[in-house]
Structures are given as C-alpha cells and as structure tokens.
C-alpha cells in the first residue's frame, strides 16, 4: 500500500509516550468508527441526510485524532454538503467513498494492533 491510512501522531503528542493508552484509544476509536460508519450506510439507504451529517461530523473527529487525513477531509466535506448547503449533488458516491476508505483505514487498524480478537 503506497499511501498512509492513518497515522499515531497526534495520539502520541497527547499520550506522552503512555502506550497503554494509546492502545486504549485506538480501541475507542476502532469501536466508534466501524459503528459510525455502519450508521451512515443506514441512513444512506433511508436517506437521512440529516443523520449522515451529524454522523460524518463525529467521524470527523475521530479521523483527525487517527490521523486520517483524507477521510477527516471527505467526512468535512460530507457534513458541510448536507448540514450548511444543503448540496447533495454527489453525496451518495462521497458517502460510498467514505465508508469504503474507512473500512480498509479499519483493517489496517486492526491488522497494525490486532483488534478483532481482543474486541
């Protein structure tokens, strides 16, 4: 895989060298994200748009602390269009994107820490 999926940096600022805490973060961040974007392909089929903004504003967040640069930025991206812009042109392949992009930035989570048999 050429690009980073995710990077530790800013968890490692916040830790101060603390892995275990790290590690419990990363867990946190594991368990939210794949509910979250679980939700949003829901809502995407029931097409609460609503819903998948507010949702992708929560991603937001834990993406910036995963260092996932590229899904923090489509997550902005999707919460604007819909919360302020009202501007679903597009919205569905952006939702798409997003969940396919976090499910495989999920797996290498998983496979960097090996979550899915400690979860």
Not at 45 to 61: V, Y
Not at 80 to 103: F, S
Request: proline share 0%; aromatic share 10%.
């Amino acid at each position: 895989m050429d690009r980073e999926l995710y990077h530790l940096k800013k968890l490692e600022e916040i830790a101060r060298g603390d892995s275990d805490f790290i590690h419990d973060m990363v867990v946190t961040f594991y368990v939210n994200v794949t509910s979250d974007l679980n939700h949003i392909l829901s809502f995407k089929f029931e097409e609460n748009w609503k819903f998948i903004g507010e949702t992708a504003h929560k991603l937001a967040s834990n993406f910036a602390y995963l260092g996932a640069d590229d899904l923090h930025d489509l997550a902005v991206d999707i919460e604007k269009r819909i919360l302020n812009d009202n501007n679903l042109t597009g919205i569905v392949e952006k939702i798409d994107q997003l969940y396919q992009q976090g499910m495989d930035m999920l797996g290498q989570v998983d496979k960097d820490f090996g979550l899915k048999n400690t979860i």
